[in-house]
């Protein structure tokens, strides 16, 4: 896909070379973190000229939006700044590029007429004039520039050439477009026509809308959504102006309607009606009420739901009014409300998604999340009454976290902060979960998130409740609907039915892949109810079902990632569940793996929930966590931190123990072993190692025993003890040979040449090398021994300065540990890339190597890292 855009077409495979090498060149001239590459893919890390001045245009919008017209245009001026001609002008002209380079163009152009509209606004007639004459001549079409320069010229004292510009540019429209001008446009002619250049719209009418909210922060998109449904309706180009405005309790919909509908008040002349549903959940009764605050007398207001919205829509068809329902429940109590014309709007609050008056009605959707970390910041900071430059900002930080983006939360601990309470106070209140949210609550009860959270709770059917009870005991991460309803007991339809109904509350998100999610505090809640409505019998039950999932996933998983593994038993017969009249497990929804990369792909999604559900549950399910830990030893060695490995490879190892699974310990052991080794903790390493011989000759296993005495070797061999490192190698070298496994075979071999050349015995280190290449060509699991016997062949050919030939096992290296998903290998193979670009003078490509390898290998808390930032260090300096 990049290399299309790059070059407009479908490369051949050697034009990926070409694409490497501009991605070096922009790490040179970005810095060595600017781009990573993560799952065959480049990432972009900091800052883009493009992303800055879209930032910038929301935050300007947002800030006209809130009446600071001086501030808004400083950031309009900005934004605009950034430009220096048409974008993407010095790119290659894909199709991708340019239509890009059209939405920034276009973006840019917007940008530019609000800016001139707020400049012109501020009293700068003069110096916009000229501007906006040039732009309006250039874009004879956007009604909304020749509306403001209509606007500039009467105020300049202009009004002819004002109408003179209204005349030609109805003339175009009509000759061009077959359309008249419209509402905007009308209206400036209208008011120049009566005599005034920029006349404003008296307010009359009803005004029964809330108070705009104290401190609004951020919401710059869904703003411009509501401006956008609008300015759409009046342009004809949507029926009528219905928006949907979806969240969950406490996400700040009726602080951001209130806030919209105040700053548009002017557009809405005729009145502005508030209705809550709280108040008035019939929608005759709501109807009524709506006639009665319209002027309708008592005695002609219809007697039936249906007359009485007839009357509605025909008051709204010859007046421009502004309906707001709030805690709308469902779409049956919205529908009477809708306008039958371009002159009114209807804005609904709700909990809920209202599907239906999106589907049957065309509302728009605008549906809040929770605040962004610094939007959530800068609100805790201004209910607080703290300055931007608070000292406790760090704590402050942690305070907003805890409050996981919600408004009301935000606000409530801000509201404490004002009443002076410390940071540090409600830091130690808030980080217990199991109490945070009867935390979050003002002394007097008044506000609360508990009882918000409870109201959305009760109107869910008993089925959504039990789901949403078990959600509340997942952490980590996403969750299939396949997990969440072994978790919960139920079949895979009725848990996605369950989620469906979650989801249209607002109480559950999702990912793109279709995982379920859960606000962090909503979690919190469905944890607290759990814990009151369901029995300690019944958590454990549904804590082994979702390990058993997992059990089962995990390992379909290990069989793609490493397809020779040596398993002690059948794990589809000891695996608990449900099974055929064959006797194989049925388990329902486990993922659809084709290949290794789809199977690392999965536990890379996964890892955040796996690795919580283990340290939660894993010793109360012994059986079931050391095959756990066990399956993901291929996943961990290739794209997990040390730390996490080690961990999880000792938690397993003491479930096996404690179940009485020696092989499922040996196993473990080696795997603590091999973490320890890498994080250069020799001596646990080796203990872990000896305690693994031991269990795998109380087992009678011989291959758990040579991988083993391979593995001792090769960590003594690092630590310098070659001479005691050669017995347990020449012993598994002895034991390997009666077995004729070609994985064995190789990892001994392997060891073998790494003694030999830390020995200098470099002829007796390329045999054995190329021994372990051909019994890696014999292996189902080829490729990923192969990038290990490139690397180490790599290395050995470096030493003896044929650098030519170390690049090239350097390079199928970096090839192969990508294709299995590899981190640790391609980055110790693009460190030997780098070191033979380095011997050869090519110091640029050395420096871009050798960023690559470090961004690969940071995630894992590889030791080496400092040695390689001196190298590179010392690289950079020598260009």
């Not at 005034?196 to 809330?210: C, N, R």
């Not at 999106?358 to 910041?377: F, H, M």
């Not at 019994?775 to 690397?791: F, G, N, Q, V």
Request: hydrophobic share 45%; net charge negative.
């Amino acid at each position: 896909m990049l290399a299309e855009a790059v070059w407009g077409r479908r490369t051949e495979a050697s034009s990926q070379v070409g694409l490497r090498v501009l991605v070096h060149g922009l790490r040179r001239a970005l810095g060595a973190t600017a781009i990573r590459r993560t799952n065959r893919r480049y990432k972009l890390i900091g800052d883009v000229d493009a992303d800055e001045f879209e930032s910038l245009a929301q935050r300007a919008e947002a800030l006209a939006h809130a009446g600071a017209a001086a501030e808004a245009r400083d950031v309009f001026r900005a934004a605009l700044a950034l430009w220096r001609g048409p974008a993407f002008a010095d790119t290659a002209a894909g199709d991708v590029v340019r239509a890009e380079a059209d939405r920034l163009d276009d973006l840019r152009l917007s940008v530019h007429e609000r800016f001139l509209e707020v400049d012109l606004d501020l009293g700068a007639v003069p110096d916009v004039a000229g501007e906006l004459a040039a732009l309006a001549t250039a874009h004879p079409l956007r009604e909304r520039l020749q509306a403001s320069l209509m606007r500039s010229l009467a105020r300049a004292g202009r009004r002819a050439e004002a109408l003179a510009v209204y005349e030609r540019t109805r003339r175009l429209l009509a000759d061009e477009l077959g359309v008249d001008p419209g509402d905007l446009l009308r209206k400036v002619y209208t008011d120049l026509i009566r005599g005034g250049a920029t006349s404003t719209a008296v307010i009359e009418g009803p005004s029964q809308l809330p108070p705009a909210p104290s401190h609004f922060h951020a919401r710059a998109a869904e703003l411009a959504t509501l401006d956008a449904v609008c300015d759409d309706t009046l342009h004809g180009h949507r029926p009528t102006a219905v928006v949907v405005v979806s969240g969950a309790g406490g996400m700040g919909k009726t602080a951001l309607v209130a806030h919209w509908s105040h700053l548009r008040a002017a557009r809405f002349s005729d009145g502005r009606l508030y209705l809550d549903f709280d108040a008035h959940p019939e929608p005759d009764t709501a109807l009524g009420r709506a006639l009665l605050d319209l002027g309708v007398p008592p005695e002609d207001v219809p007697c039936t739901a249906a007359d009485r919205s007839a009357r509605l829509r025909s008051i709204m068809a010859t007046r421009s009014l502004l309906i707001v329902l709030d805690n709308v429940v469902s779409a049956t109590q919205a529908r009477p409300f809708l306008p039958g014309s371009y002159t009114s709007a209807l804005v609904v609050g709700s909990r809920e998604r209202l599907d239906g008056l999106v589907a049957r009605d065309g509302a728009a959707l605008v549906s809040i999340g929770p605040l962004r970390p610094e939007d959530s910041l800068a609100l805790l900071r201004a209910v607080g009454g703290l300055p931007p430059a608070h000292s406790d900002s760090d704590d402050l930080r942690d305070l907003a976290q805890l409050c996981g983006g919600l408004p009301l939360a935000l606000r409530i601990v801000g509201a404490h902060l004002r009443l002076g309470a410390s940071t540090a106070g409600l830091l130690a209140e808030l980080r217990d979960e199991t109490t945070r949210l009867e935390r979050l609550r003002t002394a007097d009860g008044d506000a609360a998130v508990h009882p918000m959270m409870a109201v959305s709770y009760r109107r869910l059917d008993e089925p959504a409740r039990r789901l949403l009870r078990w959600l509340g005991r997942v952490t980590g991460g996403p969750i299939p609907v396949a997990a969440l309803a072994a978790l919960a007991g139920v079949d895979v339809t009725t848990a996605s039915g369950a989620v469906e109904t979650l989801a249209r509350a607002n109480l559950v998100g999702s990912t793109d892949d279709g995982r379920v999610t859960v606000h962090q505090l909503i979690r919190m809640f469905a944890s607290g109810q759990g814990q009151r409505e369901d029995d300690a019998a019944t958590h454990t039950a549904g804590e082994r079902r979702l390990l058993t999932w997992y059990a089962h996933a995990v390992v379909r998983a290990d069989r793609r990632i490493r397809p020779t593994v040596r398993r002690s038993d059948d794990p589809d017969a000891a695996l608990d569940g449900p099974r055929r009249p064959d006797g194989v497990p049925r388990i329902e929804g486990l993922p659809t793996l084709p290949d290794v990369a789809s199977a690392v792909e999965f536990l890379d999604v996964e890892a955040d929930t796996l690795t919580a559900l283990l340290g939660r549950t894993g010793a109360d399910h012994p059986d079931l966590a050391w095959r756990i830990s066990a399956d993901l030893r291929g996943w961990l060695q290739r794209r997990a931190s040390r730390s996490t490995w080690l961990a999880i490879a000792e938690q397993g190892a003491a479930a096996a123990a404690a179940v009485g699974a020696i092989a499922g310990e040996a196993s473990l052991r080696v795997s603590v072993g091999i973490a320890h080794s890498l994080l250069l903790d020799r001596v646990s390493a080796q203990a872990a190692y000896e305690r693994a011989i031991d269990l795998y000759t109380r087992a009678d296993d011989v291959a758990g025993t040579v991988d083993t005495y391979a593995s001792l070797g090769a960590l003594l061999t690092e630590s310098g003890a070659l001479d005691e490192a050669l017995e347990p190698l020449e012993l598994a070298q002895t034991m390997a040979s009666r077995l004729d496994d070609p994985d064995l075979t190789f990892k001994v071999e392997l060891n073998l040449g790494f003694l030999h050349r830390r020995a200098g015995r470099l002829h007796l280190a390329l045999q054995a090398y190329e021994t372990a290449l051909a019994e890696a060509e014999r292996s189902a699991d080829r490729d990923w021994l192969a990038a290990s016997a490139h690397i180490n062949l790599g290395r050995l050919r470096f030493v003896r300065s044929e650098h030519d030939r170390a690049a090239e096992h350097y390079l199928l290296a970096v090839d192969l540990a990508r294709t299995t998903g590899d981190r640790m290998r391609e980055g110790m193979a693009l460190h030997g890339v780098s070191d033979v670009l380095a011997a050869t003078g090519d110091r640029a490509g050395a420096v871009a190597a050798m960023r690559e390898a470090i961004s690969l290998l940071e995630p894992l808390g590889n030791p080496r890292l400092p040695e390689m930032r001196a190298i590179l260090v010392e690289l950079e300096r020598a260009i």
